[in-house]
């Protein structure tokens, strides 16, 4: 009888993990850490602090960690980012896209300045860190990529039409990116969370009212924490999802 295994470890692998100050981005770090990858953490220059003390909680864990500042919408910043990876620790295995922002505001009322805020960091630095790392996978011939979109790219709610068409982007590169690197042994998939307890959220759930209207609406009743998003990636990273790719993990408590 054949033996079934649904192990979870990651030991031996190098992860990517992109805006990793907080939220979903620190939860995916720390728990890629507690599988046993060695994880590479980044954002934005302005949360240099933040995310040396994430750093320091992933090597608690005892394994290695270098935190890098970098703008993921400039493909500069990714190129020198890559290089340092590489220098040290020769490959990378596991890259996760977490950087985002939300704007929200009514089409007719969203401004280009605004539009382009949003697109270049939920879009156009999402393709870019894929296409880096990418290009080193595929010369590995191994390699997986998960990107978090949003449920709201599933939905249509008023006011978030831009945000909306930011995260459908992101699930349209991923599924290319399923297409095109498959042959070379590479999966790439997407997570679509709901509503998740971050920064970002935060004018919702600290908000009595406006967090009991949120979870009218989420059939079990509950916002989720940044670690149920974490649980879902490490399934995406692990073997256990060794032939899932191209597709897209809604986790949002089954509200769309």
Known sequence: MDTLDFSVSLKGKVAIVTGAKGGI???VALLLASSGADVVITDIHAAASQIETVAEKIRDRGVRCVSITADITRKNDLDQLLGDVLNEF????????VAGVYLSNPLLDFDEERWNTLFD??????FLACQSVAKIMV?????????????????VAEGDGPYSASKSGVIAITRHLSKELGKFNVRANAIAPGWVKT?????VWRDPQLLKEAEAQIPL?????????????????SEASRYVTGQV????GGRV
């Not at 960091?121 to 999402?126: A, D, R, S, Y």
């Not at 011939?141 to 449920?151: F, L, R, T």
């Not at 920064?199 to 004018?203: G, I």
């Open 221 to 237: 009743g509950y916002i989720a924490e940044p670690r149920d998003i974490a649980n879902v990636a490490l399934f995406l990273a």
């Open 25 to 27: 981005g620190r939860a």
């Open 121 to 126: 960091v939920n879009l156009k630095g999402v």
């Open 139 to 155: 010369q590995q011939e191994s390699g997986c990529i998960i990107n978090i979109s949003s449920d709201s790219a599933l939905d």
């Open 199 to 203: 920064e970002m959220t935060e004018f």
């Open 249 to 252: 993990i809604v986790a949002n």
């Open 90 to 97: 020769g490959s990378v295995d596991l890259l996760v896209n």
